[in-house]
């Protein structure tokens, strides 16, 4: 039963972020089809999950590769190296996040300043912080339409949520001229504590385990905290259930990716954010503001060891695989600009390790 | 006596009690009305929960229909031998290398010869699956002569196109028409001219409407818009007001603010003339009766089918239409009214992931007789794919099948002789009650926690391989060990005592005894306790989570150490993805779990059946 417990893998094992796993998956599919190797299996762990197995160690019971829907965090490297393992870097292109709302309901141009309003747990109201006391989206700006604020979004676990919070609310929050301040001082600066005075920020708030925060780590508290009073709604990881959600109450608004926008463009519109509607230009452009880089990260000390993996690197950074016309973009990737896919697959093949 | 007779004598009871007095008749009516509420309760309780269940099958089997058909298309293709086998040796791993995309794109242009452009050359390609070169290359290694030689393979189609021939895609109807039309085409421009004036009317009201729709939305923005102007005026009134008499500090904020508000203002203003303005120039086209008006791809395509060629309009007037020559047409003779047709796709075509023009190649590549329709082998046959065409259930089944095979052989023979032991051999002391009241609670712990054991123990201890059927069966297995020993201690308790007696009073001894005559006589009761753990087993999701069982698995498992998932994951991932197609294919392996869990649970009932005896 328990004899020769590991037999030896001839399989790659990748782990990771849920947004990259559509593209992970075919990948290794195709990879699977073309080679002699067999077909890579491929886990949907979450971008922190894969991490946490990648860097782990190095040996056939860790992953080979973990996807990430944003860059792997210094806390993270650190852990990898101290575990020996040396991550190789490959950005893969980007995903916008749409606020999208059935075709039935209002089109809205939103800015990223309202969306802060809309969805923040404290607001600014006349200097101070307060709790949210927006009820409808009109209440925010008289151009917005006069509905109640209904956002259904996926759970704090989710990477996609960082991501909105970071680009979308945090982007907001610095369109207020004293919270951007905020964010540009350094612990222990007694502009803080003034800051705090003024717009009442408890003292609780300003300092951990006796130690006085920076700002922006202030900043991001309040950016971060999403309004728990019932117009954020967690509808789970599953977006096509958001999408179906949102059609069957057109007056509230989802937070997905831009593949569901685009499989669902019969059923669902995607709201201009800063005028700029999400389409697949705009977000290639940067044009369109929340929109992140989506990553994957090889483990160096596993090439040479467990069979296929450049393999698989060399048809993940393949112009046919993810350039212009490559087959990702069908299924909703939104390739880099080809200068950077160049250089990417050269470092990427080249298996150069990543240094923060 | 007489009037006494009349008098109805009040009826007593034996005890003394009055049931004729008023009061006793109305608590009589209350209690019976009581007990009819509460009949009508339950009945209706249960006509509820039937209409759910039939709701949410009738969905599912709505749904899932479709996924069990697909339509192929037949290609002719023709292989060269010196380019995928130049040895001529037909070795599998030769042909497996060979790129047969190439060879499939050329068909494509000889089953569809029109000239077009690039991009429009990658949507022609895009009619058949990704997949198609694998049916092709799969043909050729069983059967090598197909090389050097035409020959018609059958290849699946997109999921889109799929989709489209099963009407899922767009509604269409045809529009009657009464005049002759005289065609005159221009490269890819094709004009069309009717006699009959009544022909194109109805399109010309229909982009009226739509374009009247589109300036009142406008000048809704427009009005929303005001409600900002005003806003922003009254805050910049304020803050000048403020100004007058503000000390330093506060003035340099309000000239902050007055700047931002002016800027503010300045671009509401601009938008809202802009919205106007281009509301007014919508209203114009509209009433202007000499122009033609666009039809563009936000409202319904029309299609007009004239000798032998297909015209997308583009352009609608009220003496004829101009539009784009997606099929060419093979004369430019004018057609009498029954030899043209018009359609309409009522989904417009910016709303749909299938444009015009694969449509028309699509019903192009059918009047051909090149598209076939037939049951779905690949879903019973394939395993997961991200291609919705290409993806199958038989991966997840042979999954199931394996990790049920690893959790019946550990907790059946372990499950029963635990409960035999404790329930025929164990002394009743403390230790014995200590194990008994753990194995009650095991039973009611969530299953994640088995995963989580199982991830400890199994992976993180034994090293045993990820996303392995062993290690799930293991999992399930502790999962439904408490089941299965509860289950058989019930069924062994069933068996009278006298049994037991009967036996041991012949000479038997106490093992011949519980093996000969208890345990035949436990095992229907057993069995079914048996079968509804382990479809409870079929049904979890939740501890594979944690030993790499819901991942992404194409190749069928050979064994139980091969990496596979298993049916419920697969529903789970299905539903996850994007691809509109997956929706079917969601619903039919629910149907498909469904299916194996009524089996089993039938089976349960006729072992019950069968073998039970009544004492």
């Not at chain 1, 389409?279 to 060891?305: M, W």
């Not at chain 2, 929960?49 to 996924?67: E, H, K, N, R």
């Amino acid at each position: 039963m328990f004899a020769g417990a590991a037999e030896a893998r001839d399989r790659i094992q990748i782990v990771g972020s849920s947004t990259v796993f559509p593209f992970a998956t075919a990948v290794a599919e195709r990879f699977g089809q073309k080679t002699e190797f067999d077909t890579p299996v491929v886990e949907s762990t979450g971008s922190g999950g894969g991490m946490k197995l990648f860097c782990a160690g190095v040996g056939e019971n860790t992953p080979d590769v973990t996807n990430a829907s944003r860059r792997i965090k210094s806390s993270e490297f650190e852990k990898c190296v101290a575990n020996g393992v040396t991550p190789v870097e490959v950005k893969v292109g980007f995903d916008g996040i749409v606020i999208g709302n059935a075709k039935a309901g209002p089109e809205i141009d939103v800015t990223r300043q309202q969306l802060f309003q809309a969805l923040a747990r404290q607001v600014l109201v006349d200097g101070k912080l307060v709790d949210n006391p927006n009820q409808k989206w009109s209440d925010i700006d008289p151009s917005l339409p006069d509905v109640k604020i209904e956002v259904l979004g996926p759970p704090p676990t989710s990477g996609t949520r960082d991501a909105f919070a970071e680009l979308a609310l945090e982007g907001g929050a610095k369109k207020f001229p004293i919270l951007k301040e905020l964010r540009g001082l350094k612990a222990g600066d007694p502009r803080i504590a003034e800051i705090a005075k003024e717009i009442g920020i408890p003292e609780a708030a300003l300092s951990k385990d006796g130690k006085a925060l920076k700002g922006k780590k202030i900043f991001g508290a309040i950016a971060h905290a999403v309004r728990e009073d019932g117009a954020y709604i967690e509808a789970g990881e599953n977006d096509n259930l958001i999408v179906q959600k949102l059609e069957a109450n057109p007056n509230a608004f989802g937070i997905f990716g831009f593949s569901f926008l685009d499989q669902n463009a019969d059923k669902i519109q995607g709201a201009q954010v800063g005028g700029v509607a999400p389409e697949f230009d705009s977000i290639a452009d940067g044009d369109y503001p929340v929109s992140r880089s989506l990553f994957f990260y090889v483990k160096k000390e596993h090439v040479g060891v467990i069979p296929g993996i450049e393999g698989y690197v060399a048809e993940f950074t393949k112009e046919g695989t993810w350039g212009d016309e490559g087959y990702l973009t069908d299924k909703g990737l939104i390739p880099l600009p080809a200068a950077d896919r160049k250089k990417g697959a050269e470092e990427a093949n080249g298996l150069v390790p990543l240094s923060l | 006596m007489t009037d006494m007779a009349n008098q109805a004598a009040p009826a007593t009871h034996a005890s003394g009690a009055n049931f004729q007095s008023d009061a006793a008749r109305r608590h009589l009516a209350r209690r019976y009305a009581r007990e009819r509420r509460f009949r009508l309760l339950g009945m209706s309780a249960v006509l509820v929960a039937v209409l759910f269940l039939a709701m949410l099958l009738s969905t599912v089997v709505f749904q899932g229909i479709p996924a069990f058909t697909s339509y192929s298309l037949s290609l002719t293709v023709n292989v060269p031998k010196s380019e995928v086998d130049p040895e001529g040796t037909g070795d599998p791993a030769v042909l497996r290398r060979g790129d047969y995309e190439l060879y499939l794109k050329q068909a494509m242009a000889e089953a569809l010869p029109f000239k077009i452009g690039r991009k429009d050359r990658r949507l022609r390609n895009g009619l058949i699956s990704s997949g198609a070169g694998l049916s092709v290359r799969d043909a050729l290694i069983a059967d090598p002569s197909l090389m050097d030689r035409p020959n018609a393979y059958s290849v699946p189609l997109s999921d889109f196109a799929d989709l489209y021939f099963k009407g899922l895609v767009t509604d269409r109807e045809m529009v009657a028409v009464q005049g002759t039309l005289s065609p005159t085409v221009d490269g890819k421009d094709a004009e069309l001219l009717s006699t009959s004036s009544s022909d194109f009317a109805a399109i010309l009201d229909e982009v009226k409407d739509h374009l009247a729709g589109r300036a009142n939305g406008l000048r809704q923005k427009a009005r929303l818009s005001q409600l900002s102007e005003k806003a922003l005026e009254a805050d910049l009134a304020d803050y000048r007001r403020r100004l007058a008499d503000a000390d330093a500090e506060t003035r340099e904020t309000l000239e902050g603010r007055i700047e931002r508000a002016d800027k503010d203002l300045a671009a509401v203003k601009a938008r809202i003339a802009n919205h106007l303005a281009e509301a007014d120039k919508l209203d114009q086209k509209a009433a202007d009766v000499s122009e033609s008006l666009e039809l563009d791809t936000t409202l319904p395509s029309y299609l007009i089918r004239i000798n032998d060629g297909v015209v997308r309009l583009n352009q609608v007037s009220a003496a004829g239409v101009k539009g784009e020559v997606l099929i060419p047409l093979s004369s430019d003779e004018d057609a009498a009214a029954v030899n043209w047709t018009m359609e309409r796709l009522v989904k417009p075509e910016s709303n749909r992931k299938l444009s015009d023009k694969e449509i028309v190649w699509l019903d192009h590549l059918k009047s051909q007789n090149l598209v076939s329709y037939g049951f779905n082998t690949t879903f019973f046959s394939a395993g997961a794919s991200r291609e919705p065409e290409l993806a199958g259930i038989w991966g997840a089944i042979v999954g199931s099948f394996l990790t049920m095979v690893v959790t019946l052989l550990l907790a059946f023979p372990l499950g029963v002789a635990a409960a035999i032991y404790l329930e025929e051999f164990a002394p009743k002391n403390r230790w014995t009650q200590l194990i008994e009241v753990n194995i009650n609670n095991l039973a009611a712990v969530p299953s994640i926690v088995f995963g989580l054991l199982g991830l400890a123990v199994f992976l993180n201890v034994f090293h045993l391989p990820r996303s392995a059927p062993i290690v799930g069966g293991m999992v399930l297995a502790l999962m439904t060990l408490p089941t299965i020993i509860i289950a058989a201690r019930a069924a062994l308790k069933a068996v009278p005592p006298s049994i037991r007696e009967a036996a041991l009073g012949i000479g038997a001894s106490r093992i011949q005894t519980v093996f000969h005559h208890v345990l035949p006589l436990a095992m229907p009761g057993i069995l079914t306790g048996t079968i509804i753990g382990m479809a409870q087993a079929l049904g979890e999701t939740a501890p594979l989570l944690m030993i790499g069982m819901v991942a992404f698995i194409v190749d069928i498992p050979a064994g139980p150490l091969d990496p596979a998932t298993v049916l419920p994951v697969q529903i789970f991932m299905w539903a996850d993805f994007p691809e509109i197609a997956f929706q079917q294919k969601t619903a039919a392996a629910i149907m498909i779990l469904l299916g194996f869990l009524i089996l089993m649970n039938a089976l349960a009932v006729v072992l019950r059946k069968r073998f039970e005896r009544r004492w």
